[in-house]
């Protein structure tokens, strides 16, 4: 088993795919130990939460920083959960790994920057979390390929990939096009390195979270990363796609029901 999926499947309890939820943005301490002890009771082991928010224009939420690290702090004393966050400059390398954060993606934002991701490589030389990265916003797999090679030349062993779909002008379904074919020509490009999707960030709307899930899993992916807020409909971020932690469970279930008995 690759070592990044040994390390999630500690706080898989289901024989299900691997399910990271938790809210887009750690608004506050109390919706986000709030959405956590949900998300447990709901059957979910793995906890996600932003603590800086890569906003496309500036003047909205940009996240709670370093203070909302300790929150994931205690999400993982209190629950058990692990815990991931987005880390989108070298500056944030150093803050997570103190705060115990067990998995680090990079945004789709931060994915299309080499400068960018080669600075974080090299913050994060040696480490042994788990660290994924998202496709870049753009449809490029020299880019997405660049990005996994910085990681691996750092000498970073547990990372993967996560299939979070491509801006398309004028696309009106999907909030960023998923593009199979361009996820699996990296599956063949990195043999062995999971593969997750986010289906939240795919589709834009909580009605496509499902559907698009079941898809990605039918297709093999490793598992998943998907916005759940205790009270979506308030959401600081991406209110329209997030969905509560007791669908999100029941959504987990009925993946590893399809699963188990295919
Ligand atoms: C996120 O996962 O919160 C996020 C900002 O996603 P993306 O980088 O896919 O836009
Ligand atoms: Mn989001």
Partial sequence: MNSILSILSEYTTTEGPVVIAGPCSAESREQTLKTARALSDAGIGIFRAGVWKPRTRPGGFEGRGEEALEWLREVKETTGMATSTEIGSA???????????????????????????????????????????????????????????????????????????????????????????????????????????DPSHMGGTRGLVEPLSARAIESGYDGLLIESHICPARALTDASQQITPAEAGGLAARLTRALTAS
């Fill in 91 to 197: 500056a944030h390398v150093e803050p997570a790994l103190r705060a115990g954060i067990d998995i680090l993606w990079i945004g789709a934002r931060t994915a299309a920057s080499p400068f960018a991701v080669q600075e974080i490589a090299d913050a994060l030389r040696g480490t042994d979390r788990a660290v994924f990265v998202k496709n870049p916003v753009c449809a490029d797999l020299e880019l997405w390929s660049g990005d996994m090679e910085r990681l691996m030349d750092a000498g970073i062993r547990n990372i993967g990939m996560i299939h979070r779909g491509f801006k398309t002008y004028g696309e009106k379904r999907y909030r960023n096009t998923p593009l199979w074919d361009l996820a699996e020509e990296m599956r063949r490009r990195f043999p062995g390195m999971p593969m997750f999707c």
